[in-house]
Every structure is written in C-alpha cells, then in structure tokens.
C-alpha cells in the first residue's frame, strides 16, 4: 500500500493548530478538492465519530465518508476512509510536536486506489498524484490559516 508523509514548520502552538484540524469546518479551506463537508457544524475529534466530504475529483463529484480512529487533543488525529468512496483503503494521521518556533506538522497517509475502469495500475497512478497534491496543499493552506494574526472565527 503506498504511503506518503510530509512535515511543514507552522509557527503557532499546537493548541492553535489543533482548533484547526479538529474541526470539519476547515476540511474544505485545508483540502482543495474538497468542496463541503457534512456534518460541518460539530467537531470530528472524538473517536468514532464520522463525516462525509463531497469533493471534485476530475470533473466528477464524489462522497466519501471519514470517521475518526484516533484523538490525542493537541498531539495526534487520525481519520480513516470508510468502505463507500473513490479509494479501497485511506489511512490519514497528522502529528504535533511542539517545537521553539510553534508546531512541527507531519501528516502521514496510506491509501490504495479502486481498480476503477482504468485498471489498477492507472487508477493509482491517478491517487497518487491526487494524495500527493492534496497533503501537501492541504500543509501550506493549515501553515497560512494558523499564522494569520487572527485566526477566523467559526461561524
């Protein structure tokens, strides 16, 4: 199964970062295939508790649902894919260290791409150039968010 991690410095504390990535209303700020999420209204950081995202994904849209595994407030989220979307298998964990400087961000994803009409072999070269761009987007957009002089209020 392929697997791809990244790390990005933020500078705030992992409280600030982890307001963020706690809660579903950012997913669509964070991802940028991903165009709502639902429930948005409640926070996803207890375990077993899910989400289904609505995403555009080469022209098409596509539901997937995600259900927490793992909730460490201000340390480790992990999410995991459930048997109804586009890919067979998505593991997601993002990891905070407290560093001097903020928050060391890594996020760590294993997934594995439907055969699809394409063949398995297209199919996942197709997810991994999705998986790939939307990680590290996903990185650069949580840094921006979590740097700014103040963060946005949840509506």
């Known amino acids: 199964m392929p697997t791809l991690e990244k790390s990005i410095e933020i500078a705030a504390p992992p409280e600030v970062v982890w307001s963020i990535i706690a809660d579903p209303s950012f997913v669509p700020k964070l991802y940028p295939h991903v165009i709502s999420v639902t ?19 080469a022209g098409r849209k596509i539901k997937a649902s995600l259900e927490a595994t793992e909730v460490v407030p201000n340390q480790r989220f992990s999410v995991k894919h459930l048997p109804d979307g586009f890919l067979d298998t998505y593991l997601s964990t993002i990891t905070l260290a407290p560093t001097k400087k903020g928050t060391n961000v890594t996020e760590k994803v294993e997934y594995e791409a439907h055969a699809g009409y394409l063949g398995k072999s297209v199919s996942a070269l197709f997810a991994n150039r ?8 996903s990185l650069e957009n949580l840094k921006e968010i979590a740097e700014l002089d103040e963060m946005p209020v949840r509506k």
């Open 39 to 57: 429930p948005s209204h409640s926070r996803i950081a207890t375990v077993g508790k899910s989400v289904t995202i609505t995403a555009k994904v």
């Open 130 to 137: 999705l998986v790939k761009e939307n990680v590290l987007k």
